[in-house]
Structures are given as C-alpha cells and as structure tokens.
T-cell receptor, first 111, second 119 residues
Framework: DAKTTQPTSMDCAEGRAANLPCNHS???????VYWYRQIHSQGPQYIIH???NNETNEMASLIITEDRKSSTLILPHATLRDTAVYYC????????????FGTGTRLQVFP | GAGVSQSPRYKVAKRGQDVALRCDPI?????LFWYQQALGQGPEFLTY????????KSGLPSDRFFAERPEGSVSTLKIQRTQQEDSAVYLC?????????????????FGQGTRLTVV
C-alpha cells in the first residue's frame, strides 16, 4: 500500500503557483520524499526529491515540514502543460528500490 | 536511444492469446522495472531486474506472467492465456547505476508504455 495520502484533484489558474500537498505521517528516517508526474498517455516523469531540507530545481520546489510528516510540491508558475497526475512517493534513495504509487492528485491548469 | 523505448505501443489480444511486450532501456542502465497501470489507477510494481538477474518478482499477479532480461539490456514481459483483467498499460522503467562519481543516481526513467486490450 502507498504510504502517502494526497487530494484526489486540484485546479490552478495558468500563471499562478500550484501547491500540491502530501501527507506521509509514517515516513521512516531513511526514506526520501519523491514526486513524479504523469501527463496523459505518457510514462511517469521524475520531478524532484528531498530528505528533510527544502529543495528546488528547474521544474519545482519541495517544502518538507520539520517533522517530515507532510510536504508540498510547488509549481511556481503553472502552465497548461503542467496538467497531469502528480504522485508523492516515499522510499529509500536507492534506485534499485521500486516505486510504490498511490492514486495521486489530478492537477488541472485552466486558462 | 534517448529514452526508454517500449513496443508495441498498442496491442489488442483475443482472450486466451499469448502476448510479448518489449522494453529497450536506456543504454548502461542496470536496473529495469515493469509496472502495470489499470485505468484511473497509479502504476503497480510487477518485477525488477538488476542486469540479467530478476531480483524481485513479487508483484507478478499470476504464473501466467513471465519476464526475462537474458543479456542484461532488452527485457520482455510475456503474458500467457490473456484474460480481460490483464487489460492495462504496461510501463517499463530503467535506472542507472547507484553512483556516478560522487553523484547518487536516484531517478527512474519511464517509457511511454504498452496499452494492452484483451477482448
């Protein structure tokens, strides 16, 4: 079973920040928070991951609470192409470890 | 190639037919995963290879499902005597070795998937 809970769906206006929450209250000390997204008819795409510090890359920012029980993925200026299902996953950092997906958050960006 | 390639992109099979789905991972990637994604659901893990060794097949739903990666690169997922509940998108993902110099590699790269419809 997935170790995370996410809202089923969210809307965001184009150009505005999209803030996608994720709860992972049972996360272990050696587990990272990963975010992937899946655009319609494509395979999942890696976005970002973090352990306890906030992280930022060219795609998004990841804010992890101090107790690590929840996190927020931020898309600073959402575009129509960001419409996708976003998956929050916790796992150890080894890329030999399988990904356990939940049902994710369906983000709809509207004009 | 530039990414993970899967073929065919779409497959329609009659119930009871055997099918074979192919995955070409990114060159040099030692880890290879297969996932099954039913409509409206997240991907579910099927099996994992490290080079040619199948280290985890705990997600294969039945003995009708079989995967192989004989030379540690291309992998094939075979489904025997297909049933309607096998209809899904089958995704392949590959990952590079854990370390490249001082950089830890943690990202999995997915193909576009094969959509299997059993009629």
């Amino acid at each position: 079973d997935a170790k995370t809970t996410q809202p089923t769906s969210m809307d965001c206006a184009e150009g505005r920040a999209a803030n996608l929450p994720c709860n992972h209250s049972t996360i272990s000390g050696n587990e990272y928070v990963y975010w992937y997204r899946q655009i319609h008819s494509q395979g999942p795409q890696y976005i970002i991951h973090g352990l306890k510090n906030n992280e930022t890359n060219e795609m998004a920012s990841l804010i992890i609470t101090e107790d690590r029980k929840s996190s927020t993925l931020i898309l600073p200026h959402a575009t129509l192409r960001d419409t996708a299902v976003y998956y929050c996953i916790v796992r150890v950092a080894y890329n030999t470890d399988k990904l356990i997906f939940g049902t994710g958050t369906r983000l709809q960006v509207f004009p | 190639g530039a990414g993970v390639s899967q073929s065919p992109r779409y497959k329609v099979a009659k119930r009871g037919q055997d099918v074979a789905l192919r995955c070409d991972p990114i060159s040099g990637h030692v880890s290879l995963f297969w996932y099954q994604q039913a409509l409206g659901q997240g991907p579910e893990f099927l099996t994992y290879f490290q080079n040619e060794a199948q280290l985890d097949k705990s997600g294969l739903p039945s003995d009708r499902f079989f995967a192989e990666r004989p030379e540690g690169s291309v992998s094939t997922l075979k489904i025997q005597r297909t049933q309607q509940e096998d209809s899904a998108v089958y995704l392949c993902a590959s990952s590079p070795p854990p370390w490249t110099g001082d950089l830890m590699n943690t990202e999995a790269f997915f193909g576009q998937g094969t959509r299997l419809t059993v009629v």
